[in-house]
């Protein structure tokens, strides 16, 4: 008699259509970003539909998010970045603009040492390394890494994975000073009223700003010019910006599909090989800022919580949240060191990848 023939492996996703693949996509992401928002993680609407695309590009998904909803989700991000900044931020950066400097410049010097270490030996490649170390934004050194030749897959995963540990890391610490048990980030209101002058402005400034940035040929044309002309007209003129919850999550969900489609096999086994590389950077890196909010606290008598969090490489949407749990903590220097820090990097970053490129080289 004949042995019965053994079951056939489950079918691909690639072999369904295209309207179940986003069926599952989209499915598989709510789960993903639920259980990373009931833990507490942060970017948890990017994170969680990253995974679940890097699941689905790794198992033979064939569909990929259309250029124009991946290019309109960098133009909001951008508006993002704008509608964060203020003129209270400002002002204390200009009277205490030397310290800032310093602090951003040394933090940066240590990045770059560390993406040149490990792009050097080969562990990652190119200036993959470089951006995944830059200690800005997470989502905007991910598009702009995309733009200078840099793997934004590889990229993506450091800088996410160091945003988790500087979150958690940053909230560890706040309990050594002040009870942030019962702090929580403010219930995020998914389908606010919209206030059609400040809407109106947000979707026109993302437009314009990336049609600009492409006729400018910006490097990470809708991510920046969405956000250098955010900038001039919400603070030349006070413009107001209403970026709601669900049009955010929306960009973040998109971002985070069109990163993880792209990741393969291969791609996925070599970010697992190099991940001990990867972690010892990321703790290095906190070390070493952590180090800055000790002298900041030892020779200049800033308090040690406030330090700690302006200094944090990453997170500022989790280090903003622990800081406003304590009366202790001075926000606006806390803010002010965070924002001058990405601004700056979005300033330098290309000319330090290229520069840390020819280093490699040699």
Not at 275 to 284: D, F, H, R, T
């Amino acid at each position: 008699m004949q042995a019965p023939a053994p079951p056939s492996p489950p079918q691909s996703l690639g072999k369904l259509p295209a309207v179940a693949q986003w069926v599952v996509l989209l499915l598989v992401s709510l789960v993903f970003a639920a259980i990373l928002e009931f833990a507490g993680m942060p970017a948890a609407m990017l994170i969680g539909p990253m995974l679940a695309a890097i699941l689905a590009g790794t198992n033979g998904a064939t569909v990929r998010v259309p250029s124009y909803g991946f290019a309109g989700s960098q133009a909001l991000v951008g508006c993002l970045v704008a509608a964060s900044l203020s003129p209270a931020i400002f002002a204390t950066f200009l009277h205490e603009w030397p310290l800032f400097i310093g602090v951003v410049t040394a933090t940066l010097v240590a990045s770059s040492f560390l993406g040149w270490f490990i792009s050097r030996f080969k562990i990652l490649p190119g200036t993959t390394a470089v951006w995944g170390s830059a200690p800005g934004g997470a989502t905007a050194m991910v598009l702009m890494a995309g733009a200078f030749g840099a793997d934004a897959r590889l990229v993506a995963f450091m800088q996410y994975l160091r945003v988790i540990f500087v979150s958690i890391s940053a909230a560890m610490i706040a309990r050594l000073w002040v009870d942030t048990s019962g702090v929580e980030a403010p219930p995020g209101i998914w389908f606010p009223a919209i206030e059609w002058p400040a809407f109106a402005a947000t979707l026109a400034i993302a437009a314009a700003g990336g049609f600009a940035g492409r006729l400018l040929r910006l490097p990470s044309p809708y991510f920046l010019g969405a956000a250098i002309l955010g900038a001039i007209i919400h603070l030349g003129l006070g413009a107001p910006m209403q970026l709601p919850v669900w049009l955010l999550g929306t960009s973040y969900m998109l971002i985070g599909w069109a990163i993880g489609l792209n990741f393969t096999r291969a791609i996925l086994h070599h970010a697992a090989r190099a991940l001990p590389q990867i972690v010892g950077s990321i703790v290095a890196l906190m070390s070493f800022c952590g180090g800055l909010a000790w002298l900041l606290s030892h020779e200049l008598g800033i308090d040690p919580l406030t330090a700690y969090l302006a200094t944090s490489p990453g997170g500022m949407d989790s280090v903003a949240i622990i800081a406003a749990a304590s009366d202790s903590v001075d926000l606006s220097f806390v803010m002010a060191l965070q924002s001058a820090r990405l601004v700056i990097v979005l300033a330098l970053g290309p000319s330090l990848a290229r520069l840390v490129a020819r280093w490699i080289k040699t």
